[in-house]
């Protein structure tokens, strides 16, 4: 993690956009580098700023947070090495939960959240962890894919140059498990998690651990 976390902030209401920038410069290691007001201006300031996160509302007119994250991946501003994707939500179900999550969102924050989960949400993502606890992950995952998708065939292409000890650690990657839960499940080094997870987040082409996820959940028996 950078030791001085720059944070672009989007959102279209002013007063959310001024707060959540005010909150965020307040913190010693973390810098407002700027504010867009959609997901067009995002893009933009994204490519000019490169900032190590960007706060993101999903819901946005013009140009929503979706948008923005598909044009981010399309022009190779977000992942890992780049920029990482915190998104904003009213719900903690919101409908577009899964859809961030595939397009390479790190993690979800309720606008209602307390300054310590904010900043502790941009330090996680900025760190190129899910911003979110895994059982938390895991909660959204599940209450919003009860009724998974029928894999595509692109997704499933996904998954072809795997090992079969890098489908398991994927299927509990899936399950919510952190690296340390994963090595103890599997009884090996927490380092061997770390490069296995790392592994199947390239193979794979996710930019996220959330991501990885969703993936798993929508392909993995």
């Known amino acids: 993690m950078p030791e001085q976390i720059s944070v672009l902030v989007v959102d279209d209401e002013p007063v959310i956009r001024s707060g959540l920038s005010v909150i965020l410069d307040s913190q010693a290691d973390i810098t ?3 504010t867009a007001n959609d997901g067009e201006e995002a893009v933009e300031a ?20 979706l948008w923005a994250l ?14 990482r994707a915190l998104m904003l939500t009213t719900f903690d179900l919101d409908a577009y939960v899964d859809d961030a999550l595939m397009a390479g969102a790190s993690g979800f924050l309720l606008k ?32 919003h894919l009860n009724g998974r998708r029928q894999p595509s065939d692109h997704d499933l292409a996904r998954l072809r140059d795997l090992t079969q000890r890098e489908v398991d650690v994927l ?11 994963i090595a103890d499940r599997l009884v090996v080094s927490l380092h061997t998690v770390k490069t296995h997870v790392s592994r199947v987040l390239t193979k794979t082409g996710c930019q996220s651990r959330a991501q990885a ?5 929508n392909t993995l028996s």
């Open 32 to 34: 407002v580098a700027g």
């Open 46 to 65: 994204c490519a000019r700023l490169r900032p190590d996160v960007l706060v993101m509302d999903i819901r946005m007119p013009r140009r929503d947070g």
């Open 70 to 83: 598909g044009e981010l991946g399309r022009r190779g501003l977000l992942g890992p090495g780049r920029s």
């Open 112 to 143: 209602n959240s307390s300054y310590e989960e904010l900043a502790a949400a941009v330090r996680a993502a900025a760190a190129g962890h899910s911003a979110l606890s895994p059982a938390v992950t895991q909660r959204i995952i599940q209450g």
């Open 171 to 181: 299927r509990l990657v899936r399950d919510g498990l952190s690296n340390a839960e």
């Open 213 to 217: 996820a969703v993936l798993a959940r």
